[in-house]
C-alpha cells in the first residue's frame, strides 16, 4: 500500500496523531463541547451536531481516498481533537490540511504547532507532495492567524465558495510549496521551542 493510501501514525513529543477510528465518536463529542465549539457557525466541527452524520462523511472520504482522518491524542491518550489530509491529488502530488478541531483546554498550549509541523514533513518529506493547501472561513480570524503564524502564504479568497447550514461561506486560501517547507520547518522548531521555554 502506497504513502498515499495508508494512514500513518505520527508522533511528537506534545501530541500523537493516529488513524481516526468509529469508537473515536464520542470523544470527538466531548472534546468539541470543551468550549462549545459546535456554536461555531463559521467551522466545519459544527457539523459534530449531528455526530453520526458527521462521522460518516468523514469515513466515505476516506473510503474513496480522498482523506486520511486523524485522531489528536494527548501523551496520555486523551483524544483533544480531529484534523485530516483532504482533497487529496496524488497524481499531482497536492494535498490539503483541514477539518481541524482542538478542545479549548489545549488550544495556545503547542499542539496545533506540533500536529501541523507532523502533518507537513509527512507531506512533504515521506509523501512527496509539491504544495500543502490550508483553507479557513473567511470569519474565522483565529485561524487565519494561526496559518499564517505556520509560516504558509495567503493564495487568495474563494468567494460564495460553499454552502454551509444555510450560509455562503468564503474561504480563505493558504499554501506552502515544497521549496518553502525548509523555511517552515525551521519556523516550526522554532516556535515549538519557544513554547517549551515559555511553559511554568
Not at 97 to 115: H, L, M, P
Amino acid at each position: 500500500m502506497s504513502v498515499w493510501q495508508s494512514i500513518p501514525t505520527l508522533t511528537g513529543h506534545h501530541v500523537t496523531l493516529r488513524p481516526l477510528a468509529h469508537c473515536d465518536r464520542d470523544a470527538l463529542v466531548s472534546a468539541a463541547a470543551d468550549g462549545d465549539l459546535t456554536d461555531l457557525f463559521f467551522t466545519n466541527v459544527s457539523g459534530l451536531k449531528d455526530p453520526d452524520a458527521f462521522m460518516s462523511a468523514i469515513f466515505l472520504e476516506r473510503d474513496h481516498g480522498r482523506a486520511m482522518p486523524f485522531a489528536v491524542c494527548l501523551p496520555d491518550g486523551a483524544l483533544v481533537g480531529l484534523t485530516r489530509y483532504m482533497r487529496m491529488a496524488p497524481q499531482h502530488r497536492r494535498l490539503e490540511i483541514g477539518g481541524t478541531f482542538y478542545a479549548k483546554s489545549v488550544q495556545r498550549t503547542g499542539v496545533n504547532t506540533e500536529a501541523k509541523k507532523l502533518l507537513l514533513l509527512h507531506a512533504f518529506e515521506i509523501m512527496g507532495c509539491n504544495a500543502v493547501q490550508i483553507r479557513t472561513d473567511w470569519f474565522n480570524r483565529q485561524s487565519q492567524a494561526a496559518i499564517e503564524r505556520l509560516g504558509a502564504k495567503m493564495d487568495g479568497v474563494l468567494r460564495n465558495h460553499q454552502i454551509m447550514d444555510g450560509r455562503i461561506r468564503d474561504l480563505v486560501v493558504y499554501s506552502i510549496i515544497a521549496s518553502e517547507w525548509p523555511g517552515v520547518k525551521r519556523n516550526l522548531n522554532y516556535l515549538l521551542e519557544r513554547h517549551q521555554r515559555e511553559r511554568p
